[in-house]
C-alpha cells in the first residue's frame, strides 16, 4: 500500500472538520478584523509570531510621513508632527495592550538593546551584595549572550535554569532573573506571577521578555508588579519588520533607573547640551539617542488595528485556534510524523504550536510552496496563530496541507 492510500482514511475526518471550522468562523467576534490586512487568500499565514502582517492602511500613512511631514515640513516635524514625543507616546499605545498604566512604557532600540538596559539597571536596583542573575536556560539566544555580557560588566554571575525553578533558585544572592514569558520554540507561557512573586519575596527584581505574549495574551505587568520588561513590535503588534522594541520601567522604579546607555535623549534638558548628565524623569529615561521615526511611526499606524479589541478576546481565539489545530493535526497526520511540544493546558500556552518532526527540513519548504506559511527551527515546525487575522478554515487547511505533504514525504528523509 502506498504512503497515499494509508493517508486515506485520516483525511476522511476532513468534511467534518472543514464544516467545524466554517462554523467557528461564523461564530468568531474577531472575524472581521483580518480585512484590515494585507492577505491573500491562497496564503495560510502562520508566520505573525515571526514578522506580523502588514495592516492595511500603513501605506497610506507612511505616504503622508514621507512625503509632507519629512519631504514638506522637513526639521520641523520634531516638533509639529509630534516625532519628538514619539517613543513615549507610542509607549502609551502598547501599555494597555500589556496592562500597563500610561508613562512606563518608551519605545525604541531592538529588544537586545532594551535586554541589556534593563538588566543592568535591574542589576543595578538590586544593590550591593547580590552577585547572582538568573536567567531561562531555554532562552531566545539573544537575551542569553546579552545578560551574560552585561553580568560581566556588573560582576555578576548567570545562573541559567528551567523557568519552572527559577521560583524555588531565588535567594539572597539574586539580584535579578530574565525570564521569556513565552518559550519561542514550544510556545509555552510561564508563570509570570508565580515567578515574580517568587523574586520579590526572596528580594529580587524581576525582568520579563515579552516578544511572544504582548498582543497575543494578558500580561498584566502593572498588576503582577513586574520591576522591568522588554518586547519586541514586529510580531504580535505588527509593527513591520525591525520596527523599534520597547522597555518597561515600573512608575515605582523609575527615581532610581540608572540607564547604562545614558544618551542624550534621555537628559533632563537635551537642547541645553549640557556637558554632565541629569537623567529625565519617568520613562523618558530609557531613551538613548535619535528614534528611529519612520519605524516608529509605521508602528504608532499598525496600532490602530488594536482600536476596539480587547486583549481578552484575543486570548480567546488563540486557544480556540490552537485548540482546533491541534485536533485537525490529530485527525489527518498519521501517528508518529509530528510531535507537538506545546503543551496542551491553557494556562501554560501562548499563540503558537510547535511540531517536532524529524522530516521538518523537507516539510517546511514544501508547506510553504503550497501556500501554508510557518517556520523551520531545528527539527520543529512552528506555526504562530495571529488572532486578528487567523481563522479556524486557515488553522483545518494547515493541519490538512500537512498531512498532504507529509505523505508525500518519505519519514526519515
Ligand atoms: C524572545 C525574543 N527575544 C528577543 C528577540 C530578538 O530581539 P531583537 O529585536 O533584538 O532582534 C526575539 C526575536 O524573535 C525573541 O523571540
Same mark, same amino acid.
Given at each position: 500500500?502506498?504512503?497515499?492510500?494509508?493517508?486515506?482514511?485520516?483525511?476522511?475526518? =476532513?468534511?467534518?472538520?472543514?464544516?467545524?471550522?466554517?462554523?467557528?468562523?461564523?461564530? +468568531?467576534?474577531?472575524?472581521?478584523?483580518?480585512?484590515?490586512?494585507?492577505?491573500?487568500?491562497?496564503?495560510?499565514?502562520?508566520?505573525?509570531?515571526?514578522?506580523?502582517?502588514?495592516?492595511?492602511?500603513?501605506?497610506?500613512?507612511?505616504?503622508?510621513?514621507?512625503?509632507?511631514?519629512?519631504?514638506?515640513?522637513?526639521?520641523?516635524?520634531? +516638533?509639529?508632527?509630534?516625532?519628538?514625543?514619539?517613543?513615549?507616546?507610542?509607549? +502609551?499605545?502598547?501599555?494597555?495592550?500589556?496592562?500597563? =498604566?500610561?508613562?512606563?512604557?518608551?519605545?525604541?532600540?531592538?529588544?537586545?538593546?532594551?535586554?541589556?538596559?534593563?538588566?543592568?539597571?535591574?542589576?543595578?536596583?538590586?544593590?550591593?551584595?547580590?552577585?547572582?542573575?538568573?536567567?531561562?536556560?531555554?532562552?531566545?539566544?539573544?537575551?542569553?549572550?546579552?545578560?551574560?555580557?552585561?553580568?560581566?560588566? *556588573?560582576?555578576?554571575?548567570?545562573?541559567?535554569?528551567?523557568?519552572?525553578?527559577?521560583?524555588?533558585?531565588?535567594?539572597?544572592? *539574586?539580584?535579578?532573573?530574565?525570564?521569556?514569558?513565552?518559550?519561542?520554540?514550544?510556545?509555552?507561557?510561564h508563570d509570570l506571577p508565580g515567578t515574580t512573586a517568587a523574586l520579590h519575596a526572596a528580594g529580587a527584581l524581576a525582568v520579563w521578555d515579552l516578544c511572544h505574549s504582548a498582543g497575543a495574551l494578558p500580561v498584566g505587568l502593572d498588576e503582577h508588579g513586574v520591576d522591568l520588561a522588554v518586547g519586541c513590535t514586529y510580531k504580535y503588534l505588527n509593527g513591520g519588520p525591525g520596527s523599534p522594541a520597547y522597555l518597561y520601567v515600573a512608575e515605582r522604579h523609575q527615581d532610581r533607573f540608572?540607564? #547604562?546607555?545614558?544618551?542624550? *535623549?534621555?537628559?533632563?534638558?537635551?537642547?541645553?547640551?549640557?556637558?554632565?548628565?541629569?537623567?529625565?524623569?519617568?520613562?523618558?529615561?530609557?531613551?538613548?539617542?535619535?528614534?528611529?521615526?519612520?519605524?516608529?511611526?509605521?508602528?504608532? =499606524?499598525?496600532?490602530?488595528?488594536?482600536?476596539?479589541?480587547?486583549?481578552?478576546?484575543?486570548?480567546?481565539?488563540?486557544?480556540?485556534?490552537?485548540?482546533?489545530?491541534?485536533?485537525?493535526?490529530?485527525?489527518?497526520?498519521?501517528?508518529?510524523?509530528?510531535? #507537538?511540544?506545546?503543551?496542551?493546558?491553557?494556562?501554560?500556552?501562548?499563540?503558537?504550536?510547535?511540531?517536532?518532526?524529524?522530516?521538518?527540513?523537507?516539510?517546511?519548504?514544501?508547506?510553504?510552496?503550497?501556500?501554508?506559511?510557518?517556520?523551520?527551527?531545528?527539527?520543529?515546525?512552528?506555526?504562530?496563530?495571529?488572532?486578528?487575522?487567523?481563522?479556524?478554515?486557515?488553522?483545518?487547511?494547515?493541519?490538512?496541507?500537512?498531512?498532504?505533504?507529509? =505523505?508525500? *514525504?518519505?519519514?526519515?528523509?
Open positions: 500500500m502506498s504512503d497515499l492510500q494509508q493517508e486515506a482514511p485520516r483525511l476522511d475526518a =476532513a468534511s467534518s472538520l472543514r464544516e467545524e471550522a466554517l462554523r467557528l468562523d461564523a461564530a +468568531d467576534p474577531l472575524a472581521g478584523h483580518r480585512a484590515r490586512f494585507a492577505l491573500d487568500d491562497d496564503t495560510v499565514y502562520l508566520d505573525g509570531n515571526s514578522l506580523g502582517a502588514l495592516p492595511a492602511h500603513v501605506p497610506a500613512r507612511m505616504a503622508d510621513v514621507i512625503g509632507r511631514q519629512w519631504g514638506e515640513l522637513r526639521i520641523r516635524s520634531w +516638533d509639529e508632527s509630534g516625532w519628538w514625543t514619539a517613543p513615549e507616546r507610542i509607549g +502609551d499605545r502598547i501599555a494597555p495592550l500589556v496592562g500597563a =498604566a500610561p508613562g512606563q512604557i518608551v519605545v525604541g532600540d531592538s529588544t537586545s538593546v532594551n535586554v541589556f538596559k534593563a538588566v543592568v539597571a535591574a542589576a543595578r536596583l538590586a544593590g550591593e551584595g547580590r552577585d547572582e542573575i538568573l536567567v531561562d536556560g531555554s532562552t531566545f539566544p539573544t537575551d542569553g549572550y546579552i545578560a551574560e555580557s552585561a553580568a560581566r560588566m *556588573t560582576g555578576h554571575r548567570i545562573v541559567a535554569l528551567d523557568p519552572a525553578d527559577i521560583p524555588a533558585a531565588a535567594g539572597e544572592r *539574586t539580584a535579578l532573573a530574565l525570564v521569556n514569558h513565552i518559550d519561542y520554540l514550544s510556545g509555552r507561557l540608572d540607564s #547604562p546607555l545614558p544618551g542624550w *535623549t534621555s537628559h533632563a534638558d537635551p537642547f541645553g547640551m549640557d556637558p554632565g548628565y541629569r537623567a529625565a524623569s519617568g520613562a523618558v529615561r530609557g531613551r538613548v539617542g535619535t528614534p528611529d521615526i519612520l519605524s516608529m511611526l509605521a508602528l504608532e =499606524a499598525a496600532l490602530d488595528v488594536w482600536d476596539g479589541v480587547t486583549i481578552e478576546a484575543v486570548r480567546a481565539k488563540s486557544l480556540a485556534l490552537t485548540d482546533f489545530f491541534l485536533e485537525c493535526v490529530r485527525a489527518y497526520v498519521p501517528e508518529g510524523r509530528v510531535t #507537538p511540544v506545546t503543551p496542551e493546558a491553557h494556562g501554560e500556552r501562548g499563540s503558537q504550536v510547535g511540531l517536532r518532526c524529524a522530516d521538518a527540513p523537507a516539510v517546511m519548504p514544501e508547506l510553504i510552496r503550497r501556500g501554508v506559511v510557518g517556520d523551520l527551527r531545528p527539527g520543529l515546525l512552528r506555526f504562530g496563530f495571529t488572532p486578528l487575522y487567523v481563522g479556524f478554515a486557515d488553522a483545518e487547511k494547515a493541519a490538512r496541507v500537512l498531512a498532504e505533504v507529509l =505523505a508525500g *514525504t518519505p519519514a526519515g528523509r
